[in-house]
């Protein structure tokens, strides 16, 4: 007998096809937030200011992040120097026999190599394929960030610790904040109800970076509102966000006060020196998991002030007032009744100021502010499309290298002036080709600008005259140039 199978329909495949993509699109973007820190140790090699051999670079990234992720609240984020100050003790635990300013140095350029200091957006970008619902391969881009500079309201600069970086400290992306808290929570609840106060304490720690992610989203909104209050959703999005967070934070309180209980009561039966010290440990993170939660509980609390007050506030504030500079009564008549050595100082000190070269410390200020005030973009979850490289063949150049030296050799070297016509007949006897080059040096020779070759440093440049003489032919018409090499005077 022969078998049977059902075929599966055409939308079966697409939407199966569909979440395996999904899902491969979440392992290769969580794959890829970790390849700036194998990249560390890829590039160590390079420095040629210490043995670098002697340090795991992945692993001082890692610690990197978590620092500026602990010291990061809603104002604030974390101090650079003050990073590596707290990173040098693990630095030189590594290496101990090298001098502090290399354990110094060596916490800066990991931290500049996590900002990703030198590109265009200070930001990573990893590319990665997906099948669309039609069956076809496309090439996708996934941009993120770990390590991001931001000003705060007193003018310092701080680091802050991107989602994705978050997301490489707890192993996964793209989670739900609050349902990984919620079993992040009943983990922690486990093991130390088991006495396995060592992994408690991982997981107490895990729990913790989800809250800094959850304030991070918080403060994010509250940022884009005080830039824009039409760029922010706060008739729906950032209702149900606030109705969520408190929530989340009633419910988290409460358990980790019943976890807090729990914990001090093992610490003082425990015995061993080390479960003692394990348990006062997981004691210092939850105590500040539950002052990171009355923390974002104030910051909820104002949020709704907040809101009020950034909507009057742009609603009705007025056009702004710009000091305008009277020229002709202000500058021009004051300054012609002074002597001409004295008139000379205003005149230069407005000018210089209104129209100088000097370049303004906020060029563009009105560009400046509707780029800031600019919604950012929705992003693709799968990435964002690649469009397909053009592999045509270029084509090739029409002078070569060995042209452009025979056109040397057929200009004049010296300061006696040559006929384009001449050159021209000399530059066929070689080349068929050569012609069309000499030609083109010797117009281009027209407007040579002997201020730009002095600038430059040239000592002689190649000119050309027209004196009225009418070029005699077969192939090119027009002025018959004079040629000549004339050499550059310095100042």
Known sequence: MIGLRRLPRVSETASGTRAGDEGVARRLKALACTAPLHDLDARKGLLDWADASRYQMAEIGLQAIDQVTLAMDFDHGADADQVVRRLQPFIAAQAPGSPTAEHEHVGHWVIENLINVGSLDRGFAVEYGAVDAGGRYVRRRFDFKLLVEVAA????????????????????????????????????????????????????????????????????????????????????????????????????????TAILSNIADARDDATEPDRRRQAAELVGVVEDCIGRHTQLQARLQ??????????????????????????????????????????????????????????????????????????????????????????????????????????????????????????????RESDVELPALVALRALNAVGTAIGTARNQGDERVLVAVDDGTVLRDDEFAGSDLLVALAGVETA
């Not at 000091?323 to 004295?342: E, K, N």
């Open 153 to 256: 309201p007193d003018g310092q600069v701080y680091l802050r610790a991107s989602d994705e970086a978050i997301n490489v400290l707890v192993g996964a992306l793209d989670t739900d904040v609050e349902s990984a808290q919620v079993a992040a929570e009943v983990k922690l609840e486990n093991l130390i109800s088991r006495g396995r106060l060592g992994d408690a304490r991982l997981a107490a720690e895990q729990a913790r970076y989800r809250t800094v992610q959850y304030a991070e989203a918080l403060r994010a909104k509250l940022e884009s509102t005080r830039r824009d209050v039409r760029s922010v959703d706060w008739l729906e999005s950032v209702p149900a966000l606030l109705d969520d967070a408190l929530t989340h934070i009633e419910g988290r309180y409460r358990a980790e």
């Open 302 to 427: 104002e949020a709704g002030a907040a809101f009020r007050a950034e909507q009057d506030r742009q609603q009705f504030a007025g056009r702004p007032q710009r000091a305008a500079i009277d020229v002709f009564g202000q500058l021009l008549r004051p300054s012609l009744g002074l002597p001409v050595g004295m008139a000379g100082f205003p005149a230069v000190a407005f000018f210089s100021a209104g129209a100088g070269i000097r370049v303004p410390s906020v060029p563009g200020l009105g560009g400046l502010v509707e780029t800031l005030l600019t919604p950012p973009p929705e992003r693709d979850p799968l990435g964002q499309e690649m469009p397909e490289p053009d592999l045509s063949p270029s084509e090739p150049e029409r002078f070569g290298d060995q042209r452009w030296g025979a056109a040397d050799a057929v200009l004049p070297s010296d300061a006696g002036g040559v006929r384009l016509s001449s050159l021209l007949a000399r530059a």
